[in-house]
């Protein structure tokens, strides 16, 4: 099975910062991986498809980037909406997802 | 549009089992996969399992080998998961997606297990 290893767990930031998000997948998934954003007592909703495909009506200080089997998440100017969980997951062989990064306020 | 209702909150205790469902609509049902994904509270998602609606296989992660059951209803768009053996481990909210990398998810379902 295809593990997935994303950093940090948990990320205090302030609003204006650049945040940056990893993972690692454990074997090539070519570029098969999405970012979700939650948050609480919502379902995920999706960022970002193949690595670093905007989804329609996601705001552009978010993106994706890809090198090897690590993955990137950036957010360049933190919004006060984007506190929040996010997770990366493949989507090469069945689903597999990170851990989660826990984006809280400083 | 694409919409995945679930079905509502249930109440277990532990040994017993529990079958939800989702029902697919917006788009031709046996044309994606379903998958179902756990988030346990205060944690992660955690992928449970995969159903090929067109031909009912299925594949799942290690961890719920043998106590999840997945199925369908092509007449009614709708898929099931059935656990089994039920601990308070297994509270947890549910959720199905579309195999289709296009954000379709489930409201979720929260299972509650407690004696």
């Known amino acids: 099975d295809i593990q997935m290893t994303q950093s940090p767990s948990t990320l205090s930031a302030s609003v204006g910062d650049r945040v940056t998000i990893t993972c690692r997948a454990s074997q090539s998934i070519s570029n098969w991986l999405a970012w979700y954003q939650q948050k609480p007592g919502k379902a995920p909703k999706l960022l970002i498809q193949r690595a670093s495909n905007l989804e329609t009506g996601v705001p552009s200080r978010f993106s994706g980037s890809r090198s090897g089997t690590e993955f990137t998440l950036t957010i360049s100017s933190l919004h006060p909406d984007d506190f929040a969980s996010y997770y990366c997951q493949q989507y090469d062989t069945y689903w597999t997802f990170g851990q989660g990064t826990r984006v809280d306020i400083k | 549009q694409v919409q995945l209702v679930q079905s509502g909150a249930e109440v277990k205790k532990p040994g017993a089992s529990v079958k939800l469902s989702c029902k697919a609509s917006g788009y031709t049902f046996t044309s994606f996969a379903i998958h179902w994904v756990r988030q346990a509270p205060g944690h992660g998602l955690e992928w449970m399992g995969w159903l090929n609606t067109a031909n009912g296989d299925t594949k799942f992660s290690q961890h719920f080998q043998g106590r999840v059951t997945l199925t369908r209803d092509t007449t009614a768009n709708t898929a099931y998961m059935e656990v089994t053996s039920l601990t308070s481990e297994d509270t947890a909210v549910y959720y199905c997606?579309?195999?289709?990398?296009?954000?379709?998810w489930g409201q979720g379902t929260l299972v509650t297990v407690s004696s």
């Open positions: 997606a579309r195999d289709a990398n296009s954000g379709d």
